[in-house]
């Protein structure tokens, strides 16, 4: 059975960082054969595409509104993938979702991921 675990998330303020991690069990093809990525839904909002990172790490791809602020990374010895997220903005409060993709395109779509986790909750004050 197929698990992605995040965790991570928490109450901060304004300018403050948090780091999320993703943790995969079960994944088919091994962990490292998927790319993976992080979206994230606001209250009242339809998810959007936060990062991606390919199985090697060599490449990756972020959203517009992350202006250097968070870094993708992953350990594939440890099958978990990260978002190192810094400055974090009011704007940011979401629940942040770790998802897998079997092509390894890093793509922005939801629909190209094929495994979700349940979500770690982002909260940032002002």
């Known amino acids: 059975q197929v698990r992605l675990v995040e965790s991570g998330g928490g109450l901060v303020q304004d300018g403050d960082s948090l780091r999320l991690s993703c943790a995969a069990f079960?994944?088919?093809?091994?962990?490292?054969?998927?790319?993976m990525g992080w979206f994230r839904q606001a209250p009242g909002k339809e998810g959007e595409f936060v990062a991606a990172v390919s199985w090697t790490c060599v490449s990756s791809n972020y959203a517009d509104f992350v202006m250097g602020r968070f870094t993708i990374h992953r350990d594939n010895a440890k099958n978990t993938v990260y978002l190192k997220m810094h400055r974090l903005k009011p704007a940011d409060t979401a629940v942040y979702y770790c998802a897998a993709d079997p092509d390894q395109s890093i793509a922005t779509r939801q629909a190209d991921y094929e495994y979700w986790g349940q979500g770690t909750q982002v909260r940032v004050s002002s």
């Open positions: 079960g994944l088919t093809f091994g962990f490292s054969s998927y790319a």
